[in-house]
């Protein structure tokens, strides 16, 4: 739950992301589930990366695709991705992704 204005802008642009994304792109961000004014509730994602070389190699590539699709993935870092059931990549929070190109 929000309890400032930047929460609920960060909120507001976790929602519109997720569900105006292409397949290709939602699959790598946390599913969100419910949403109202100043909340949101995502899938619980628990499944951690481990923090070796192919993982920086993955984890470069998950930011290719968000740059090549006109996502500015920012804030990337362990405690923000996750592991789906499938072993893709996750973003957890990705409040701050800025859409550059529509």
């Known amino acids: ?3 400032n204005d930047w ?27 419910e949403f109202g004014y100043g909340w949101i509730i995502m899938k619980k994602m628990i499944q951690k ?3 070796d070389q192919e993982y920086d190699i993955k984890i470069s590539q998950f930011i290719k695709i968000f740059k090549e699709n006109g ?3 920012k804030d990337i870092k362990d405690k923000n991705l996750a ?9 957890v929070d990705y409040g701050n992704f800025t859409v550059i190109k529509d």
């Open 71 to 73: 996502i500015e993935p």
């Open 49 to 51: 990366i481990p923090l």
């Open 1 to 3: 739950m929000a309890i």
């Open 83 to 91: 592991l789906s059931e499938n072993g893709e990549l996750v973003a």
């Open 7 to 33: 929460g609920i802008k960060s909120n507001k642009k976790e929602y519109k992301l997720f569900f105006n994304s292409p397949s290709l792109i939602q699959k790598h961000l946390c599913p969100v589930i």
